[in-house]
């Protein structure tokens, strides 16, 4: 009788080393990324996505900073770009770190436009951060004698969500964002995310779009949506490895209550 719980018990684990084995190596192929670079691999990526300035809508927080030949007379503008959009005091620059913190700047309102002390409203919506301190160039050289004027971006939020390390949402103080930064910042992909099939989604026009990427091709760096935009999310599935750990307690409770009864079926067949 002894001999046949043991051989059962051993069969149980058995079982489960196996479901666990082949898990682990249908993932373990899939977690390099760019797969098909080879050695001398850098000939081989011949087009990549060029990135393109992002274009100012209503609703987008701008920092504006102005500097003159006299530093006390670019005041008025600068006193003005550490103050929130609800007006509230803080920090004058937003960096990388969850959403919940204040961006501070100024906020472009419904008509696209700012309202600068001094220069007035001024139009920016559909201008890139050139083109918007360009513009503000010029009018500001109207009371400003050699003004040096700055625009940046300072609520550029994107999310990451599910197989990372870190999910959250970042406010970037760089425009220039690509998937793998934003992946990055997130502690990158766990080895259960799908590294196959990341989701991007993406508000454009008024509409969600959709976007799978493959991070084991090179193919990612020729995307339209390599590089991100105000308010993407990136969603990282989990794999199939991820559904086997989670029932890996679930087996092995099954494998002791499996054990159990074939003790009691024993005991009672004695009896």
Do not use: H, W
């Amino acid at each position: 009788m002894v001999k046949v719980l043991l051989s059962r018990k051993y069969l149980n684990y058995l079982a489960i080393f196996s479901i666990i084995l082949l898990n682990s190596c249908s993932t373990t192929k899939k977690v390099p990324y760019f797969q098909d670079i080879t050695a001398n691999g850098q000939s081989d990526i011949e087009n990549t996505t060029i990135f393109k300035g992002l274009t100012i809508n209503p609703d987008d927080i701008l920092s504006i900073s102005l500097v003159t030949v006299d530093p006390t007379t670019g005041m008025p503008v600068n006193q003005l770009a550490s103050q929130t959009a609800n007006g509230s005091t803080t920090a004058a620059a937003a960096v990388a770190g969850s959403s919940t913190s204040a961006a501070s700047g100024f906020l472009v309102d419904k008509n696209g436009e700012v309202d600068l002390s001094i220069i007035g409203q001024v139009k920016v919506a559909g201008l890139t951060t050139y083109e918007a301190r360009e513009l503000l160039k010029t009018k500001a050289a109207v009371f400003y004698k050699d003004p040096n004027v700055q625009v940046r971006y300072a609520n550029f939020k994107v999310t990451v969500l599910g197989e990372v390390a870190r999910p959250s949402s970042y406010i970037l103080p760089n425009e220039k964002v690509s998937v793998l930064d934003a992946l990055g910042m997130a502690g990158d992909l766990t080895i259960f995310g799908r590294r196959e099939n990341v989701l991007l989604i993406r508000d454009q026009d008024g509409k969600k779009e959709f976007a799978r990427l493959d991070l084991n091709s090179s193919r990612i760096f020729d995307s339209p949506f390599y590089y991100l935009k105000q308010n993407d999310v990136i969603y990282v599935e989990p794999n199939k490895g991820k559904a086997a750990s989670l029932n890996q307690a679930r087996t092995q409770t099954f494998a002791v209550i499996g054990t159990v009864l074939s003790v009691l079926i024993v005991l009672f067949s004695r009896i």
